[in-house]
């Protein structure tokens, strides 16, 4: 499957005192591609209906990444499990890889904040059917 293309808005207040991203705006960076991801590929009442809270990330940093980068998040789901979702985010520069994040996110419904499974036909708007 293709992975999801997420633009990265590098802001002045993102570069830390040694003149690149500091590391914790990658947390937001994969947050937001995350979320824009599962908007674009779900219908709008399931994007209604739920919400996604981040169980875990680890991040491979590879490169550094500077204010005038052209940065894109590669978004991939990898698999679902109850109500967790398994995701692979590549921040790249043109054919560089920055960095690699994998993380894991529990879906939410929206009304009741408890853990909640996505029916199979949400699941295969962003899963091959083997995953």
Not at 25 to 52: I, T
């Amino acid at each position: 499957m293709a992975a999801f293309q997420h633009p990265i808005a590098i802001e002045q207040a993102d570069i830390d005192h040694m003149g690149h991203v500091n590391n914790a705006v990658y947390l937001k960076w994969v947050q937001e591609a995350v979320v824009d991801y599962w908007s674009s590929v779900a219908p709008p009442s399931a994007v209604a209906e739920h919400l996604w809270v981040a169980l875990k990330h680890e991040i491979t940093y590879l490169k550094p990444t500077f204010l005038t980068d052209n940065v894109v998040a590669e978004v991939i789901a990898e698999k679902v499990q109850g109500a967790r979702a398994f995701f692979r985010t590549v921040l790249r520069r043109g054919d560089e890889v920055l960095s690699e994040i994998q993380s894991c996110w529990c879906c939410l419904d929206a009304a009741s904040l408890r853990p909640a499974r996505l029916a199979r036909d949400i699941v295969a708007r962003f899963l091959p059917p083997s995953a």
